[in-house]
């Protein structure tokens, strides 16, 4: 059996990713001058993707490190520390003797405790005096920076879903001690991204925040048609089967240009097709997604108001104006004001996304399914 030449669910390699050229050129400039960068876009639009293949493509001939975080499950500064540390010294040095010899260097205040896992070089924690770490940081939040100079090397370090230090206690003093000491910084620099646009636009775009202007802001948009299109074909060409560019453009708009779910949704299309995908291939593949997705989807809409519902059905039906007395006659939305606090109820459930005055349902199978049980009740 072929396996499927789409991919979903996991970070992207180079034979499954989809042009995004000028942000990747964006970046390499970036990570070659040392700037700053952030990147925000709803979730699975493909930032995480980006970001790797940009490191993957950049380190091939140029001594620059890439250390990866993840904020995903970061909940303390404690945890945050830790991880910063433990993941700046593993790519700067393989060897774990090494690690902690130049930890001893490097640290002088602050004395790291090591404990080593079954592989020393692949798996080992560190544990700070967290009271005097929370007093004076400088010697954990300069690392990159100072290994950097001592080495010879550039390093990148890249947070994934940065938007999570708002979680984290106090974190407005929190990200002035990040700031402060990273705004420094000469040789090492960050490339900081992450999703709920609300949130991360709130860190980086408001004056009075810590991390106004700290580097470029980038909002990552979606792949258009073409491209995915001519992966689309390739892909299905590559594999014995064909698909006209017509019908991959249909397939593609049915999930709005969604990365996510032009890959999970192109699958199941090739998975239904024994030779020839045509429209109705398309709509089976479809359906079957949206049966997956159904007792999913079906807890979202119980968790909603009938206001809440009544505005979706306005989204679903493409109206724009939705403070105008029209559509709120219509859809008997009340008033603007109430327009205004259902507007930020689902956004802040993550179920609709505003951007610039323009409102799309974050997840674009919900969309459909929505369209399909519920937008004419
Ligand atoms: N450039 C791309 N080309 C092809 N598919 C992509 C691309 N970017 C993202 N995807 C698809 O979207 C999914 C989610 O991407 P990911 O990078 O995890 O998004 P994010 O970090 O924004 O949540 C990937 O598993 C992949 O299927
Ligand atoms: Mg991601």
Redesign the pocket.
């Known amino acids: 059996m072929i396996p499927s030449p789409f991919?979903?669910?996991?970070?992207?390699d180079k034979s499954?990713?989809?042009?995004?050229e000028k942000e990747l050129a964006l970046l390499h400039h970036n990570f070659n001058s040392g700037l700053n960068t952030i990147l925000i876009?709803p979730?699975?639009?493909?930032?995480?993707?980006?970001v790797k293949i940009a490191a993957e493509s950049f380190a091939q001939n140029t001594d620059v490190r890439f250390c990866f975080i993840d904020m995903f499950n970061i909940r303390s500064k404690e945890a945050f520390y830790e991880t910063f540390t433990r993941e700046v010294l593993k790519v700067s040095y393989s060897k774990w003797e090494e690690r902690m010899e130049k930890a001893k260097e490097f640290f002088k205040h602050l004395i790291p405790k090591f404990t080593m896992g079954n592989d020393p070089n692949a798996d080992f924690s560190l544990t700070f005096d967290w009271h005097e770490a929370s007093i004076n940081p400088s010697e954990i939040l300069n690392l990159p920076e100072t290994i950097a100079k001592a080495k010879g090397i550039k390093i990148v370090v890249c947070i994934d879903e940065f938007q999570n230090i708002a979680f984290l206690k106090n974190h407005i003093d929190f990200q002035k001690k990040l700031r402060a000491h990273w705004q420094q910084h000469q040789i090492a620099s960050y490339c900081l991204y992450g999703?709920k646009r609300h949130m991360m636009t709130e860190l980086f775009e408001r004056k009075a925040m810590p991390f106004y202007k700290f580097g470029d802001v980038l909002f990552l948009k979606k792949?258009n048609t073409g491209h995915w299109v001519d992966y689309i074909v390739t892909q299905f060409r590559m594999t014995y089967k064909k698909i006209h560019i017509d019908d991959a453009a249909y397939l593609v708009e049915l999930v709005d240009n969604h990365?996510?779910f032009v890959?999970q949704l192109s699958n199941m299309a090739w998975f239904l097709t024994d030779n020839i995908c045509n429209k109705a291939i398309i709509n089976d593949a479809l359906f079957d997604l949206m049966n997956q997705y159904d007792l999913m989807y079906q807890k979202d809409v119980d968790g909603l108001s009938n206001s809440q519902l009544r505005f979706l059905r306005a989204v679903v039906k493409g109206e724009k104006q939705f403070s105008s007395k029209a559509t709120i006659d219509a859809y008997n939305l009340g008033s603007s004001a109430n327009v205004a606090r259902v507007k930020k109820a689902l956004e802040s459930k993550e179920i609709v996304d505003v951007y610039r005055h323009s409102i799309n349902f974050v997840d674009p199978l919900f969309r459909r399914w929505f369209e399909y049980y519920y937008s004419e009740k």
Request: net charge positive; charged share 25%; hydrophobic share 30%.
């Open positions: 991919k979903y669910g996991k970070l992207v499954h990713f989809v042009n995004r876009s979730r699975r639009w493909g930032k995480s993707s980006l999703s792949i990365s996510y890959q």
